[in-house]
């Protein structure tokens, strides 16, 4: 695991660009394409900023979700609908490139049609994400796994449903450990005091979170300085 400090917010969104930039050309140039699992919250903010700085073959990406909310599209909690309006414009990226859920059906079947789309768009039921962008919640979770939810033990699923979200909305699609630990690289992003305490039972306490169970080929923990202030 990297920890990489940086001073402040437009930092971190800089630096964010730089490892994106290199990751996705490593994998372009190595097998064809660039298989990127995006996440909402903070995240939507820093990559809106940051990928329009990226110089990539934006042809040959392939975008999925960590995470995304069972609800509609042009719902704000949707995080590809935010994506679609905020990131899409200011990229060459085409919505056909984002391996979106299923609309107007239950969280299960949902789940169930994410994975019959990822096996696609992997051309395998290995799915092998180059780069997951991955967020921190105050409580400690990641994508929509949360502390004590049984989902943090799910072994055999790729993709999860859940329907009794801590968080709302209740219910949701996430990836489970068995994906998010074959990715190539993940990387959280943090910023600002808010995350203070939380990065600190991390990174320094190694307390039993569900971002501490993320263990993929490479992890990297971008925090700028308030979220480190107790490191």
């Not at 949707?78 to 414009?89: A, H, M, Q």
């Amino acid at each position: 695991m990297t920890t990489i400090k940086v001073s402040d917010e437009q930092e971190l969104i800089g630096k964010l660009a730089s490892y994106i930039e290199k990751i996705s050309n490593d994998s372009i140039y190595n097998r064809g394409k660039f298989y990127i699992g995006l996440s909402g919250g903070s995240v939507v903010k820093y990559l809106c900023e940051s990928l329009p700085r990226v110089d990539t073959e934006w042809s040959e990406w392939v975008l999925a979700f960590c995470d995304e909310r069972v609800v509609p599209e042009d719902s704000e909690d949707s995080t590809f609908g935010t994506y679609k309006r905020e990131l899409v414009p200011k990229t060459p990226l085409k919505e056909s490139q984002f391996v979106i859920i299923k609309q107007g059906v239950s969280a299960q079947e949902a789940a169930v049609d994410y994975t019959e789309k990822l096996t696609k768009a992997f051309k395998s039921d290995d799915f092998k994400f180059d780069l997951l962008l991955l967020g921190m919640g105050p409580d400690g979770h990641t994508c929509s796994l949360f502390p004590g939810h049984p989902l943090l033990e799910e072994t055999s699923l790729k993709v999860a449903a859940i329907t009794d979200s801590p968080k709302p909305p209740p219910e949701r699609v996430t990836l489970t450990y068995p994906t998010i630990n074959n990715a190539r690289n993940c990387i959280f992003a943090i910023s600002g005091a808010g995350k203070a305490d939380m990065v600190k039972r991390i990174l320094k306490d190694k307390e039993d979170l569900p971002a501490n169970r993320v263990r993929p080929g490479s992890l990297y923990w971008i925090v700028d300085d308030a979220a480190a202030l107790h490191l």
